[in-house]
């Protein structure tokens, strides 16, 4: 005759759970590599720049964006709608966490990339139309497509920078982290 006891009635349980269970996340594992990425710029197109503007990175690779003077964000858009920040909670934008008036800001906005797809991104500030003058980049552009920054900075004069809150401190898509010197 077969018995067992609550203890190794329990442990038998918590293993076919943990057997059984999913992941918690879909994310992908980080892998390592950081791409640093600069909002504003003291040379290029009067400083609304970002450098580099056109970045190619694997699922689990880091964005880091570092804010130089001007109050910039770094906010979500889609192709098709330049300077309109896209929708949903796992949309990007940093909010105005990072105005310094020299050098760079004390910290960070840092962004895991989850796949291979285009992140379209520009500046939502609405005064000195950032966005409209060129200060707009994207992750892993589709090369031989039409779908390029080029085309995507064409589309964004004349159009109205949107904040995608209320509340230009909100954040989402990323992390406010210190900003640590290499």
Known sequence: MLSFTPFALALTTTLLTLTNAHP???HPRSTGIIHRIYAGSTTANNGLHFEPEN???EPGDL???HFLPKAHTV???SFSAPCEPLGGDAAIFSGFNFNTTAGEADSV???LVKDREPIWFYCSQPTGTHCQKGMSGVVNQKFGSD???AKYKEMAVGTVSRQPS???LASQGGWI??????
């Open 24 to 26: 918690a996340t879909t």
């Open 55 to 57: 970045i190619v990175a």
């Open 63 to 65: 964005l880091e964006f």
């Open 75 to 77: 906010t979500q858009s």
């Open 109 to 111: 906005f840092t962004v």
């Open 147 to 149: 779908k390029t920054l």
């Open 166 to 168: 209320e509340d230009p």
């Open 177 to 182: 982290m210190p900003n640590v010197a290499l």
